[in-house]
């Protein structure tokens, strides 16, 4: 399922009309209807808007509600993962974790060379990410740290933090965040 398939509903599901979503957000009607029908990319703010204004956790836009764990596990096939680009950020993610109501969200990101996060964000919680590929270049505040092939690191998220690709190539990370909120605040 695409977001804006995704977001379709959750607004059809409130009784929400297409104009009504437009005032609430500030984006135009024509421009959620590109959203909706996933001919647009939405940034990363309009997303937080949209979150906002539905009522639900900015989470919920990338997961897959259909994807429950009503049996003893759910798997997410690779081919069946959804790739999430937020340009702000110019990193591609991919949730790892179907499930809205996990404790845990699991994310795959990926950062071309050369890229880097254009804005700081912030979020409640705590954040692990481990290195699978390439080199990172973690920011926080004012602090930096490199991360290499295999190396992990855990802070607090409520600190405002970047990632940079610093190595060649592209860079391949697992981002593990509790509660779940895929950059819901941007500073």
Do not use: C
Request: glycine share 6%; no cysteine.
């Amino acid at each position: 399922m695409k977001i804006g398939r995704i977001i379709r509903n959750l607004r059809l599901a409130k009784n929400i009309k297409l104009q009504q979503l437009a005032e609430m957000t500030g984006i135009s009607i024509g421009g959620l209807s590109q959203i909706e029908r996933d001919l647009s990319n939405p940034s990363l703010a309009a997303l937080v808007r949209i979150a906002k204004a539905l009522e639900v956790p900015i989470a919920s836009l990338f997961l897959d509600s259909e994807k429950k764990l009503e049996n003893k596990a759910v798997i997410i096939r690779d081919k069946e993962r959804r790739k999430i680009i937020v340009p702000e950020l110019e990193t591609v993610y991919e949730p790892l974790s179907p499930i809205k109501d996990a404790k845990v969200e699991f994310t795959l990101a990926r950062m071309e060379e050369g890229k880097k996060q254009k804005v700081l964000v912030t979020h409640e919680g705590e954040e692990h990410v481990f290195v699978v590929k390439g080199t990172l270049e973690v920011r926080i505040e004012d602090e930096t740290y490199i991360l290499k092939e295999g190396d992990s690191i855990y802070f607090n998220p409520s600190f405002p933090h970047a990632f940079r690709n610093a190595g060649k190539g592209e860079m391949i990370a697992v981002i593990a965040a509790s509660p779940p909120s895929l950059y819901e605040n941007i500073l």
